[in-house]
């Protein structure tokens, strides 16, 4: 029997570290990335390139 693949790609928020509350929806995989992910991505609130990290 195989594993499901939202199993080893897990659905994840990532919120804005500029406090406005803006968040991006990602997969991960689990296997590269087992801690908590770090991307730098546009904030259209903040209207700039700001830090994403995961939420649980």
């Not at 919120?15 to 509350?21: D, F, I, L, Y």
């Not at 991307?39 to 995961?54: G, M, N, S, T």
Request: glycine share 4%; proline share 5%; charged share 40%.
């Amino acid at each position: 029997m195989s594993k499901k693949s939202s199993d080893i790609r897990p659905v994840v928020k990532m919120r804005s570290t500029a406090g406005t509350g803006y968040t991006y929806v990602t997969r991960k995989n689990r296997r590269n990335d087992p801690d908590r992910l770090v991307l730098r991505k546009f904030d259209p609130v903040a209207r700039q390139h700001v830090d994403f990290r995961e939420e649980r």
